[in-house]
DNA sequence: GCGTTATTGCAAAAGTATTTGCATTATCCA
DNA sequence: TGGATAATGCAAATACTTTTGCAATAACGC
């Protein structure tokens, strides 16, 4: 990565606006606002680039595949709208891992996923 | 499914002896130690029928994509070893799914998937 | 045991997600 | 403001996972 592209910008732009995990048509489609020709290959070479370089997570989510969404955030969980598919962040973290955690097992890590009706679908 | 087959009787065979949740390969290549000629489009079949008849659940994980349980147990959740690969069933729950709802949003059901080192890799 | 037909095995096909080759375009530094 | 070359767009190629068509096989009711 040594020039700058509308293309990666307008990435970027949509990490900024939208703040929750996104995958690559939301990506590609929401890019393309700004940028019109953005392809979807320039998405998935910059999105590995910007994980490369710290500025994104890509996570494995169990319903919708690899998402990503900006690095550096604080431990959380998601929340994944029946309704409407989009994840959501959830902020802090009410789980004990050592109580789950069977006797001779070591957990290092852990993710939980909520799943329900968002605020905006529920109205 | 109208008939009794070896094939079929394989497959649940490999889930009451292994009792952890599968992937199709681990199934594939556990059943062929007692039906040698067992295929992959069998076994496939078979998982699609004995989830519709309630006896198998599929669940989607992140990191190793769809795998296969026995239907019917408690609510419970899953630990991925980090060096072996399996997938392990936790029970019990200690998850307080309302104290992390978000405002205005409903909650349905959660899930959480523990990563570290099982017991028997740690020896 | 025999015949009907559910099941299987095999290979090809289909559905997704992601990557890659290459000509064209666009950055940006001398 | 060129020019070197990073980055893009496009289409084809990969890489998986799952499904399907069809001939061969095997259950099982009579």
Redesign the interface.
Known sequence: MKRKTNQRNAIQEVFRKIDRPLGINEILETGRRTVESLNQATVYRNLKILVERGWLKK?????RGALYERAGKEHH?H?QC?QCDRL?E?S??????Q?????????????????????SC?D
Not at 59 to 63: G, L, Q, V
Not at 92 to 97: H, P, V
Request: charged share 20%; glycine share 8%.
């Open positions: 996570i494995n989510t169990p319903e969980h929340f029946r959501f959830i802090g973290c009410a789980f004990n891992e109580s789950s955690t069977p006797p001779g097992f070591i957990t290092e890590d852990h993710e939980v996923y909520l799943y329900g009706i968002c605020s529920r």
